[in-house]
């Protein structure tokens, strides 16, 4: 799907990636929702995120967080105060640290309660979108806080763009979890014939 270029694009992207993600976790049993990643690390990339997040949990609450950093940003910058959409003291530069300091902070989090606080977070954010126009989501330069990138460009990253991630990263453990499932399978077999030989 090519990247949204209008309001309506950018709706119909969110809800639909959105959708496809939480169809993915839905279509697991409850113990696999919640099991740590059994992916191998050092094969799924060399971001930082494929060894700071541990389980499902984990990825809905990295993307809750980024949402609230969306809608604060914007509420912030709408009603006259001039704030960058990272907060201070991060920056492009060291978001890898605000991104930690988000896994950390939710570790305490259930998992049933990181699902209600993604799905609350992801309506708002599409509310949002909403109160805007083609222009004022896509023109460049239409709000001075947005600098050289239009609004819906920071959309679409808190979004569509962001749920494609967290959908590549469940998939490698949904493939990661087949594999350990057919590897226990293989085993029990190779036992269970080695005995009846005996």
């Not at 409850?30 to 984990?58: L, M, P």
């Amino acid at each position: 799907m090519p990247r949204p270029e209008t309001k309506t694009e950018l709706l119909i992207a969110a809800n639909t990636r959105f959708d496809k993600l939480f169809a993915l976790i839905d279509a697991m049993p409850k113990s696999e929702q919640t099991a740590a990643f059994c992916f191998d690390v050092d094969k799924a990339g060399k971001e930082a995120h494929w060894k700071r997040d541990k389980n499902i949990r984990d990825v809905l609450v990295h993307l809750y967080e980024w949402h609230r950093l969306l809608l604060n940003w914007v509420a912030a910058n709408r009603s006259g105060e001039s704030k960058p959409f990272l907060p201070a003291p991060y920056n492009w530069k060291t978001y890898g640290d605000m991104n930690a300091g988000f896994w950390k902070k939710h570790q305490p989090t259930p998992h049933e309660r990181s699902r209600e606080m993604l799905k609350e977070s992801h309506r708002a954010v599409v509310m949002l979108i909403d109160t805007f126009s083609d222009e004022e989501l896509f023109e460049k330069k239409h709000f001075s806080w947005t600098g050289g990138t239009t609004l819906g460009s920071y959309c679409v990253s808190a979004t569509s763009s962001h749920y494609d991630w967290a959908i590549k990263k469940i998939r490698a453990q949904i493939k990661a979890l087949k594999e350990q499932s057919q590897w226990t399978s293989n085993s029990t077999e190779y036992l269970l014939r080695s005995r009846e030989r005996k």
